[in-house]
């Protein structure tokens, strides 16, 4: 069996009408999820290997030719009938055979690992990846299986991790998650799921009332004003501390920014890659409210496939 080790074993030819979030009992929104499964087929069906996927071609030579695509949630497609998954999508568009491999919950170590053992046995022509939350992790314990290492933040988990992380959090963040890509191929298509750091990748600020405060209060040799965590922390020491002393309009905006990096720009510096990093950002809901759905996927497919080698 060709990449043994790549394989759900509480999935295995698994087939389920719900799945995690995707349920009437835990999805976010009970009278969507009801409309939605009048309108579309929604049901999960998992193959030898446990993941939401045909099975695979049996020979390295046509494995090598397919274009395989790693994530969590997200790539399973929960909440979406399977045709309007962003893998199917792509293989759809391209002509070309798409492999998943994809688990609810997965964090950034699991994706990369999979990957990792995927480059060492395959060398495939293209790997296109969307990786996941940046907080999310995993236990240690690598007797464990894949499905048993996740570990799941709650709405209150994340909020805490949120109040008591420090101007440095959000750095340190983008520094493990670089740990993950170190060592891949330049040729590999970097996507990220929407709202992927807990830094928010969307949050743009409105920055008149913070620009007129700054242009009132400056010494002339402070220059422009700072507009993202980077560039505030660049000030000079002398002017952050009076900055903190002032009763500057925006004060609170910087307080936000601290988490509020702007993601594509840091991202660009950190990954190696030959295509420009891009921020997808959801515009549908799937079934369980928390997904995107056929919508949001054709865009990240319209992207991905400008840079397919």
Not at 123 to 145: G, K
Request: charged share 20%; glycine share 4%; with cysteine.
């Amino acid at each position: 069996m060709i990449l043994p080790d790549i394989i759900l074993h509480s999935r295995v030819n698994r087939r389920w009408t719900e799945s995690g979030l995707d349920s009437l009992a835990q999805c976010a929104n009970k009278q969507h999820f009801h409309n939605f499964s009048q309108q579309h087929d929604v049901n999960y069906v998992y193959n030898s290997r446990g993941f939401r996927d045909d099975e695979w071609p049996t020979t390295i030579k046509e494995l090598k030719k397919c274009i395989w695509c790693f994530g969590d949630s997200f790539t399973v497609g929960l909440g979406s009938a399977l045709s309007n998954t962003w893998v199917n999508i792509l293989q759809q568009q391209s002509g070309i055979r798409c492999i998943n491999i994809s688990m609810d919950g997965a964090s950034n170590k699991w994706i990369s690992r999979k990957i990792q053992d995927v480059i060492r046995t395959i060398a495939p022509t293209n790997i296109v990846v969307q990786w996941s939350y940046f907080h999310r992790d995993e236990m240690p314990n690598a007797n464990l299986s894949d499905e048993d290492r996740r570990l799941y933040l709650g709405s209150d988990e994340v909020r805490i991790l949120h109040t008591y992380t420090n101007e440095g959090s959000v750095l340190e963040e983008f520094l493990r998650f670089k740990s993950h890509i170190a060592s891949l191929p330049p040729y590999v298509v970097h996507t990220f799921i929407p709202r992927a750091s807990s830094a928010d990748a969307f949050y743009q600020v409105d920055t008149t009332a913070m620009e007129r405060s700054w242009d009132n209060i400056r010494d002339e040799s402070w220059g422009n004003i700072p507009l993202t965590v980077p560039q505030l922390f660049m000030l000079s020491p002398a002017i952050r501390t009076e900055l903190s002393n002032i009763a500057f309009n925006g004060i609170n905006e910087y307080k936000r920014l601290k988490h509020c990096v702007y993601l594509p720009s840091i991202l660009q510096r950190i990954i190696k890659c030959n295509a420009p990093i891009k921020i997808i950002p959801q515009i549908d809901m799937a079934r369980d409210s928390h997904h995107y759905d056929v919508l949001t996927a054709n865009k990240y497919v319209e992207y991905i496939l400008k840079y397919l080698r």
